[in-house]
């Protein structure tokens, strides 16, 4: 029965309910004192280990209900008095015996068992409902009743004829039983794999392929790549404030004591929050990914870093303040409009939008900021004023470049980023949540 019971707290997890180690440790306790014959008391006693808000608690009484029913096989019920056919006996199989009898609580059992023994909590697809309902059949002794059907049918007796059409119905009835039990497991099971491959799909997508309807999705799993990236920095910057013990400053800090270490030293590493400045391309071509790493990049909370960010297209406009008074998912998308802001959504000019960062946003760098250039680098055959860039480079800590196109793209056509990765400290291709989440993680591991 445990078992069991872990199927049920997987089918949980798999509907969103937060199970740690712990409570799933405190749910078999709670099992193994009240036990498994009072339905209710079991109920309320995993109900108080596994469910903590409402929300959890309407989503456990639902599956509890569907996960624990009883199997409705329905078995043609037999009048214990009725004759069986003669050729019923001990070669005859025990799905055949058990279906001529009525027996549903065994047909249950058998039932329930073959779905173990073939793995129904692993069932992910819709379309692997019919191999499933297959095996579960087989496993039962499917190929056994059929048998024994053929040779009720061959027998020379009414009776035996007889059996054979009531095996025949009862089949019927056992495999429509057999997809209703399947259906039900898949319910169960199959939502949390779903929600995984899905995930797992628009992770490695590439964000120029998105459409629109997986927005909402794509931005719940930027969350919760921001809150683990939150998460791993702030815990890195809390552990560092006292450092290791330095032995050397130690042992000399301490000689009037006689060597008694009463005054330890310790090694320190101040770790600042980074400088990063953005510079994104919002043109058609690249402004799925734009606005992904700015979600990204203003997800991340202020502790983590501090981030200007500037747009262009034609020109160039610094648009941190439309962060400071919208919510972040808004603002992006008021600056994929471009209304209101200045910037002009014409032919894309990379040396206009460098000349305009020289002329007005020059004094944004210092030598602890990060410079993040987001672009295919496709200039439209312009001056691509690659001085104004190396300028830039020569300011700042280090000039990052993030190319949504793949390097075999990349000085193909009107492509100018065979010039600019000269001018960069690293140039990377970024086309995927996956890509953003990796030049993040590296980008916070700044030090100062």
């Known amino acids: 029965m445990e078992q069991v019971l872990q199927d049920f707290i997987s089918a949980l ?53 569907r996960f624990f029913s009883c199997d409705s096989i329905i078995a043609q019920k037999q ?7 003669p050729e019923v006996n001990v070669e005859t199989s025990r799905l055949t015996r058990m279906l001529l009898t009525g027996d549903d609580t065994g047909l249950s059992l058998a039932m329930r068992e073959a779905a173990k023994e073939e793995g129904i909590t692993d069932i992910w697809f819709f379309t692997q409902k019919g191999l499933y309902i297959q095996r579960i ?10 048998q024994d059907i053929r040779r009720f049918a061959g027998g020379n007796s009414a009776l035996a004829g007889q059996g054979a059409g009531e095996l025949r119905q009862a089949k019927n009835r056992l495999f429509e039983e057999v997809r209703d039990f399947v259906e039900k ?13 899905i995930e797992k799909y628009l992770r490695g997508v590439r964000l120029s392929n998105l459409e629109q309807r997986d927005f909402h999705r794509m931005h719940a799993i930027i969350r ?36 008694i270490i009463l005054d330890p030293k310790w090694k320190s590493i101040k770790i600042d929050r980074p400088d990063i400045v953005a510079i994104c ?24 870093a501090r981030i200007r960010s500037f747009i262009f297209c034609t020109n160039l406009v610094e648009v941190s303040r439309v962060f400071e008074e919208f919510p972040v998912e808004e603002a992006v998308t008021k600056l994929q409009s471009g209304s209101g802001l200045g910037v002009h959504l014409g032919r894309t000019d990379y040396g206009q939008a ?8 020059l004094d944004a760098i210092t030598n602890k900021t990060t410079v993040l250039v987001l672009g295919d680098a496709r200039n439209n055959h312009n001056d691509p004023q690659t001085d104004i860039l190396r300028l830039i480079r020569d300011r700042c ?12 793209y990349w000085g193909t056509g009107d492509s100018e980023m065979k010039k600019y990765m000269h001018c960069c400290s690293l140039v990377k291709e970024c086309s995927t949540v996956t890509h953003l989440e990796r030049v993040v993680d590296l980008l916070l591991k700044t030090r100062g």
Request: proline residues 3%; contains cysteine.
């Open 354 to 361: 460098f000349f305009d960062f020289k002329e007005g946003c």
């Open 79 to 85: 009048d214990p008095n009725k004759a069986l056919p």
């Open 281 to 304: 391309d919002i043109s058609r071509s690249v402004e799925k990914v734009a606005r992904f790493m700015l979600l990204f990049l203003y997800g991340l909370n202020q502790a983590v």
């Open 224 to 259: 919760k790549m921001v809150k683990r990236l939150n998460d791993r920095h702030s815990r890195k910057r809390k552990t560092s404030k006292r450092g290791s013990l330095d032995l050397k400053k130690t042992l000399r800090a301490n000689v009037a004591y006689q060597g």
């Open 137 to 146: 059949l087989r496993a039962m002794g499917l190929e056994g009743l059929d």
């Open 13 to 65: 997890r798999g509907a969103k309910v937060r199970v740690s180690v712990s409570e799933n440790m405190d749910a078999m306790h709670a099992a193994r004192l009240t036990g498994y014959g009072d339905r209710q008391l079991l109920k309320d006693s995993l109900a108080a280990t596994l469910a903590k808000s409402r929300r959890e608690k309407e989503i456990f009484e639902d599956y509890f209900e």
């Open 397 to 408: 800590r280090r000039l990052v470049w993030l190319n949504p196109e793949p390097p075999s």
């Open 185 to 197: 497991q898949f319910s169960l099971f199959a939502g949390s794999a779903t929600e995984e491959i």
